[in-house]
């Protein structure tokens, strides 16, 4: 294992050590490589056969799945104690920027209704001054597919760099289709310098389903330092 694996490990495993909630009943679990070791963590626990777990897309679910743990949808279960997810950059006041796997929707879903929103990540991904910095493939945004042309016009006019509908590559021709059978554009603006601001403009558009801005919802950030160290942002 890497030094980066390794510390990717201790990231996980110390946020789920320190944050997981002794008498959790439902619990999210995002997608990500680091989220990998979360699931893994988790599933060492003792009582896992007394909480049920969340997923927020395909990768997810089979995390789950795959370290024994309970299955269960956000409509069985419309709030939870906590939830651990990734993340494509963070800030020095925990914004984050997420849908780089195309499943910002659904992690934005688990993490507004989670009395806890845990990040863990890598060193590359943390971002002391501004998003967009680090994160320089753009805003990951989910909408409508037949409102693509009009959101990326006022994209532009909002003063996005640049703006393109995400495409499937080699996979698939044509445009990526989301867990919800929508359409992504990516939206590069740069620096950052007013998240919420921002988040709340692209949100207006008509077409918009959701923006991979998340303003003010991790409580913490771990991260996995190419040291093999862990720093922790947050409280």
Same mark, same amino acid.
């Given at each position: 294992?890497?030094?980066?694996?390794?510390?990717?490990?201790?990231?996980?495993?110390? &946020?789920?050590?320190?944050?997981?909630?002794?008498?959790?009943?439902?619990?999210?679990?995002?997608?990500?490589?680091?989220?990998?070791?979360?699931?893994?963590?988790?599933?060492?626990?003792?009582?896992?056969?007394?909480?049920?777990?969340?997923? !927020?897309?395909?990768?997810?679910?089979?995390?789950?799945?795959?370290?024994?743990?309970?299955?269960?949808?956000?409509?069985?279960?419309?709030?939870? %104690?906590?939830?651990?997810?990734?993340? %494509?950059?963070?800030?020095? +006041?925990?914004?984050?920027?997420?849908?780089?796997?195309?499943?910002?929707?659904?992690?934005?879903? #688990?993490?507004?209704? &989670?009395?806890?929103?845990?990040?863990?990540?890598?060193?590359?991904?943390?971002?002391?001054?501004?998003?967009?910095?680090?994160?320089?493939?753009? #805003?990951?945004?989910?909408?409508?597919?037949?409102?693509?042309?009009?959101?990326?016009?006022?994209?532009?006019?909002?003063?996005?760099?640049?703006? +393109?509908?995400?495409?499937?590559?080699? &996979?698939?021709?044509?445009?990526?289709?989301?867990?919800?059978?929508?359409?992504?554009?990516?939206?590069?603006?740069?620096?950052?310098?007013? #998240?919420?601001?921002?988040?709340?403009?692209?949100?207006?558009?008509?077409?918009?389903?959701? !923006?991979?801005?998340? #303003?003010?919802?991790?409580?913490?950030?771990?991260?996995?330092?190419?040291?093999?160290?862990?720093?922790?942002?947050?409280?």
């Amino acid at each position: 294992m890497s030094l980066v694996e390794k510390a990717k490990k201790a990231a996980a495993y110390n &946020a789920v050590d320190e944050n997981f909630p002794a008498n959790a009943k439902v619990v999210g679990i995002g997608s990500g490589s680091t989220v990998v070791y979360v699931a893994e963590r988790i599933g060492q626990l003792a009582n896992k056969e007394s909480f049920v777990c969340i997923p !927020t897309g395909f990768q997810s679910k089979q995390l789950i799945i795959d370290n024994g743990l309970k299955l269960g949808t956000i409509e069985q279960y419309p709030s939870l %104690d906590i939830a651990f997810d990734g993340a %494509d950059e963070v800030d020095s +006041q925990l914004n984050l920027i997420k849908g780089g796997g195309a499943c910002l929707f659904q992690e934005k879903l #688990v993490a507004s209704v &989670a009395k806890e929103f845990v990040v863990v990540a890598d060193y590359r991904k943390k971002s002391p001054s501004n998003l967009g910095i680090q994160w320089t493939q753009g #805003v990951p945004i989910e909408i409508v597919p037949n409102s693509y042309a009009t959101v990326l016009k006022s994209l532009y006019a909002l003063g996005a760099k640049n703006a +393109q509908l995400r495409q499937g590559g080699s &996979a698939k021709a044509g445009p990526i289709i989301t867990d919800n059978n929508n359409f992504l554009i990516d939206a590069d603006f740069g620096a950052i310098e007013n #998240v919420a601001q921002l988040h709340q403009q692209i949100k207006a558009l008509v077409g918009v389903v959701e !923006t991979g801005l998340f #303003v003010g919802m991790a409580k913490k950030a771990y991260f996995g330092e190419e040291s093999g160290e862990v720093l922790v942002w947050g409280a």
